[in-house]
């Protein structure tokens, strides 16, 4: 949702409201009652203690998949697999009792959703370490705590309908995975030429926006620190916090603690505050924040503390004006204030503030200057950033704390006027984009969080997530190399090309259209392709649902368009059966089915039992539902029952029926004809009705027809698009 005023200054990085639950800030105040991990200080450096150790398993499906298979240290070539049932186990013999503090799982296809990591020293006796209940495949990497000889995966319930397969079961230890405490954290250094230190070590911030539950983290956590991430950046801080700040300790990853203010994250989201008058809200604000910083700025994670997001943008959609300034003013004067509350707390970590418009930073430079660095969201104009910040003269490094592809509000428009979403490849190379420009403004830009590592897979999720549904995209891949330098090794995601939807802009509701599309993966892998659907521009429903299609070959597919009018999204996912999957978008029109004949309704005079005056997009008369027009509706009022009308002008002979329904439709109805307007005899009933388009096969002569509407399908009352009458 873009914002309805543009912006009072030049330049804007980005307006828009979160498109996914999970990503709004109070997602990040989630509580959780996870066990939290204790952090500890570093020992010696993990040593893979288990490749070419004995292994066995309670089954395999031949000699080509026994135990040992999972290893060799062959990740792409051999693999253990199991009989096709659920209570299966494969088991290593580490030689001697060790200290074990990682497990890394590749899974094949055939994965474990359920599973307990166990330990024992005699190989009878077994105690449980880690246990996974949501496993997605792919790769699992574990973070225990234990010593033991033997090590062994016990299997409760699988993922597919195969058995448990891996490609490799490594155990680590010796070590730990654990960071050392730390020290200060610091903004060190002159007029662009400063630095971020950690204990005295300079510290580039390669992060990520944490978009999972809290109490996932533990989960999570290790993917995310096999990407090359250091940093997860936040929008709120409470209590619910803890798991987050543990996992991320135990990994060697650090925390941007976030603090919402309103309004932020997008237009007016969260309400507005009246930041000149309502000292209360401050107040209230100010001694919140003041207790998570107190509870928090001894925890090993931390790494600053980042007070709003988007607000001093954001307040446009709540003033305009001299009381903008007014409010822009007194807003990023609080911040100041909660700045210096933070530092009198803790003075060993930053605090800055989020926004995602450049033309901010002239009201932080007056009015904060208590803040140690900025922070932006920016996406499709990344590298103006730069440009902005040498043109303001500022005196503060950066950092960006929200980048990535394109987003939904920057790119041009399709033929059918809904944004024209970038493919894998061109949000993959956003990411790129955004990294390099970063790091190009050296001295000055001291890392980014990119946006965004979620697993939402919606419409928001598909456009802006990492691995929507635990899927890693080639963006997953794009930002591991830049982080990384390398994705040698990694088996990568299908690459989907050239996908088209035809005919893109008069789809026939209920009837068919065609999507192609050409997908390559570049390992070679065996590729399922499905077509998932979006309502997000047609009725506001963000999900992704399960289209009805039928493959014609060669990457076709005859899918079924939706009975509701409007522009869809149409994505084609094609998964590697590796954890990974490319996904492309496209979007298509959807028309009501064309009627054979002449539709001798249109332009005929209409009449009703009521009509809406001003509800919505009314008023709403009889006469729309003649007009020709999808986009025009006549409306009831919001009771039973109702009737509208159409008088043909003489007697006229047809044979169908054509009703366009808006959402407020009718279950049960009748069609009646007359030819005085007195007398009326039904022609066709029905109960049963869901929406949509209804076309009626029925045959009569008169010169009136009337639609008897006798009980709603929701609280509203009727409504019609198109009342068609074809001979």
């Given at each position: ?78 693999r ?31 994965y ?54 891996l ?84 990994n ?45 700025k ?72 208590d ?64 990294w ?21 897979h ?49 789809a ?11 997908v ?59 954890g ?25 005079p ?11 997009d ?21 009771s ?19 009703l ?68």
């Amino acid at each position: 949702m873009t914002s309805t005023h543009a912006p009072t200054t030049p330049r804007r990085t980005r307006d828009r409201a979160r498109t996914t639950g999970s990503l709004i800030s109070l997602g990040a105040l989630l509580a959780t009652s996870a066990t939290a991990l204790a952090a500890a200080p570093a020992t010696a450096a993990e040593t893979l203690l288990s490749q070419g150790r004995t292994a066995t398993a309670s089954s395999a499906e031949g000699d080509a998949w026994k135990a040992s298979a999972a290893f060799d240290g062959d990740l792409t070539g051999t693999r253990w697999a199991s009989q096709w049932s659920d209570a299966q186990w494969i088991q290593v013999d580490l030689g001697s009792s060790a200290d074990i503090s990682r497990v890394v799982l590749n899974w094949e296809g055939a994965y474990g959703k359920a599973y307990d990591i166990q330990l024992s020293d005699n190989g009878s006796d077994w105690r449980t370490v880690k246990s996974v209940t949501a496993g997605d495949g792919g790769t699992d990497e574990l973070a225990v705590t234990g010593k033991g000889r033997y090590v062994r995966l016990q299997g409760i319930t699988r993922g597919t309908g195969y058995g448990y397969s891996l490609w490799e079961f490594r155990v680590y230890g010796g070590g730990s995975t654990q960071p050392e405490p730390g020290g200060a954290v610091r903004v060190s250094g002159t007029q662009g030429n400063w630095q971020l230190t950690v204990g005295g070590q300079p510290y580039t911030v390669k992060g990520v926006t944490w978009g999972p539950a809290m109490a996932d983290a533990p989960r999570y956590m290790p993917d995310v620190k096999s990407m090359g991430v250091n940093t997860v950046r936040t929008w709120g801080t409470d209590a619910g916090t803890k798991p987050l700040l543990d996992a991320a300790a135990a990994n060697g990853v650090k925390v941007i603690n976030g603090f919402w203010l309103q309004p932020g994250g997008g237009p007016g989201s969260g309400g507005c505050v009246n930041y000149v008058t309502d000292s209360a809200y401050k107040s209230t604000m100010l001694t919140e924040f003041a207790k998570w910083v107190d509870t928090y700025k001894s925890h090993p994670a931390t790494l600053m503390w980042n007070v709003g997001n988007e607000s001093v943008l954001g307040l446009q959609n709540c003033y305009s004006g001299t009381e903008l300034e007014a409010q822009r003013n007194a807003y990023t004067t609080f911040v100041n204030d909660v700045a210096k509350r933070i530092h009198s707390i803790d003075p060993d970590h930053p605090v800055t503030s989020t926004d995602a418009w450049t033309g901010a930073w002239p009201y932080y430079k007056r009015n904060a200057p208590d803040l140690d660095l900025y922070s932006m969201n920016a996406y499709g104009d990344m590298c103006g950033v730069r440009e902005d910040w040498v043109e303001g003269g500022y005196t503060k490094p950066y950092i960006i704390t929200e980048t990535g592809p394109a987003g939904e509000w920057e790119v041009p428009d399709d033929a059918n006027g809904v944004p024209d979403e970038p493919t894998d490849v061109q949000k993959a190379d956003g990411y790129t984009k955004a990294w390099n420009c970063v790091t190009g403004h050296q001295g000055v830009a001291l890392g980014a969080t990119v946006f965004h590592y979620g697993t939402e897979h919606d419409f928001g999720g598909v456009w802006f997530n990492l691995l929507p549904d635990g899927l890693k995209r080639l963006s997953y891949y794009a930002l591991k190399k830049a982080y990384t330098g390398s994705v040698a090794g990694d088996n990568t995601p299908p690459v989907i090309s050239g996908m088209t939807v035809t005919p893109a802009g008069s789809a026939p509701a209920g009837g068919e259209f065609t999507v192609r599309a050409d997908v390559r993966d570049p390992d070679g892998d065996p590729v399922t392709t499905k077509i998932l659907l979006s309502g997000n521009y047609a009725n506001g429903d963000k999900r992704l649902v399960d289209a009805q299609y039928r493959s014609l070959g060669n990457g076709t597919f005859a899918v079924t368009a939706p009975e509701k009018l409007g522009v869809w999204k149409v994505y084609v996912q094609a998964e590697d059966g590796r954890g990974n999957a490319g996904i492309e978008t496209k979007s298509v029109k959807v028309v009501a089915p064309p009627v054979a004949g002449t539709n001798i309704a249109l332009n005929r005079p209409a009449t009703a039992s009521s009509a809406q005056a001003s509800y919505g997009d009314c008023p709403c008369p009889a006469t729309n539902a003649t007009d020709g027009n999808t986009t025009t509706r006549w409306a009831s009022d919001w009771s039973d029952p109702q009737w509208i009308r159409v008088d043909l002008g003489s007697v006229r002979s047809f044979n169908r029926l054509q009703l366009v329904w808006d959402p407020a439709y009718a279950r049960a109805y009748e069609v009646q004809v007359s030819d005085d307007g007195d007398t009326w005899r039904t022609i066709h009933a029905t109960t049963t009705g869901n929406g949509d388009i209804d076309t009626i096969e029925t045959a009569a002569t008169a010169r009136y027809v009337r639609l008897q509407l006798t009980a709603r399908g929701t609280g509203w009352g009727y409504s019609l698009h198109e009342f068609g009458i074809y001979s």
